[in-house]
């Protein structure tokens, strides 16, 4: 066996000593772009669905209080994680189940997808959910969902707790109180709902340019003051927006806080895109990682030369630095999108990369 070089011994020396020169990680740190080992995936509504429906009686509500279903990258098995940043999934609900009041340091945001009667309260703000509507989870509010419809529900759940895990920035409580007529607090599974139900869609979301003085609801003082985005109006913007279509993007619209005027969440953003029949975007790419969701049409999404076939109610993720390019194949398609981008962007590590027509790349920083 060789003798080690003066260059391995002193590298052992410094193991030893709990140290690493930097010259032995400059492959893993020095690079000229992201090298992300999320794949791009999908996953087919006919197939989450009957796994949804199934764990209502696989899986005892005692057990579980929230029946969670969360898609795994193919890139990151076993995390459960559909992005390094973020949790994707879906949740079924049984009629006349809900879940305990509870709260956490990371954000959340929810689609609804099928059924009547879902509902999910935040604050003590009741917000009740038909298809496409968006809801949001405010990072540190108490919050509870729950179905009291007829049939089951299900809808889509987008969060960042992979985040705060990585950050090492996560928080859960169960401990919900409130006070008793004799002032002393009482331990609740569920909170009293106060106010109007869906009172922040209706307040900051139909009357466009005037919204409540002093923001009106007790979530506004976490930067937060809508937490319902009904699906009807912003579907008809959208159909309002087809002659200022981008060509990276369609029809686009971005959720925003109506007292902030930033993104839905501090971390979390939704944007809502209308493709029009037989319409193709232009490729471009980003830092942050998206996930899809198909709410109207049927079209195709080539992520760095993978191609994903997509119909209503599907899911699919596109990495954060993969070139993606969307084509609508069956008339006009809509596409939610979740993404991180506003906590990319806070950290000034969003960066974007538009592709034209003559293959001239442009790069935007923020």
Known sequence: MPEPSPEQEFDERLALAGIRGFWAMLGEY??????????????????????AYEALTAVAIEKADRRNLFFTNPGLP???????????????????????????????????????GAHTTVAGGICRLAFGDVVINPHG???????????PVLWMDVLDLPLTKMLQANFFAGDYTELGPDGIAQPLRNQTVTGVPDWSAHAYGTAGGVRPMGGGHSAARYGSAQLLYPYAPTRALLDKLRAETD???????????????????????????????????????????????????????TVDGVTLDWSEKDVFVVPGWSWREHESTAGDAVLCAISDAPAMNRLGLLYTEFRDRDGIVRRRHG
Do not use: K
């Open 78 to 116: 076993g995390t459960g994680a559909i992005t390094a940043r973020l949790l994707g999934g879906v949740q079924a609900i049984n009629p006349g189940e809900s879940s305990s009041v509870h709260r956490h340091s990371a954000a959340a945001t929810r689609v609804m997808l099928e059924g009547e």
């Open 141 to 151: 509010l108490w919050h509870e969902s729950g179905n009291d419809g007829s049939d």
């Open 30 to 51: 020095e690079m000229l772009e992201p090298r992300n080992p999320e794949r791009p995936a999908l996953w087919r509504h006919a197939d989450y669905r009957t796994l």
């Open 247 to 301: 060509p990276h993007e369609g029809s686009i619209v971005e959720y925003y806080d109506p007292l902030r005027g930033g993104p839905v969440l501090r971390t979390i953003g939704v944007t809502m895109q209308l493709l029009p029949a037989g319409f193709r975007t232009l490729p471009v790419r980003r830092t942050a990682g998206t996930v899809y969701c198909c709410l109207e049409g049927a079209g195709r999404t």
